[in-house]
């Protein structure tokens, strides 16, 4: 089983930088794909980008693809999120999630964080 804790949430202005930190447990990290989601009042968790195992070919929302960079560090257990020139519709409850095979669909996921809140203001 993988437990998954992020951080680095919090209130920023549009335009600003927020890096998000997920640590993993150490066992199965380096073999799960990993991916972070985010879910805004009102609406349905949504993918935002997910990484393989060796940390190439991240595949990204058309939402933040070109604003947001995903990177791991299998020796630490870790997936970073950079987000940068942040939007007000970023902002939700941000969720690091692993699983099996690389895809958009949440419940294909099996394990997942506790969530960390980004508010952006406009």
């Known amino acids: 089983q993988v437990q998954l804790v992020e951080s680095g949430g919090g209130l920023v202005q549009a335009g600003d930088s927020l890096r998000l930190s997920c640590s993993a447990s150490r066992r199965s990290f380096s073999t799960s794909i990993m991916g972070w989601f985010r879910q805004a009042p009102g609406k349905e968790r949504e993918f935002v980008v997910g990484?393989?195992?060796?940390?190439?070919?991240?595949y990204y929302a058309e939402s933040v693809k070109g604003r947001f960079t995903i990177s791991r560090d299998n020796a630490r257990d870790t997936v970073a999120l950079q987000m940068n020139s942040l939007k007000s519709e970023d902002t939700g409850v941000y969720y690091c999630?692993?699983?099996?095979?690389?895809?958009?669909?949440?419940?294909?996921?099996?394990?997942w964080g506790q969530g960390t809140q980004v508010t952006v203001s406009s």
């Open positions: 999630a692993a699983g099996p095979k690389l895809t958009t669909d949440s419940r294909e996921y099996s394990y």
């Open positions: 990484i393989t195992r060796n940390g190439g070919n991240p």
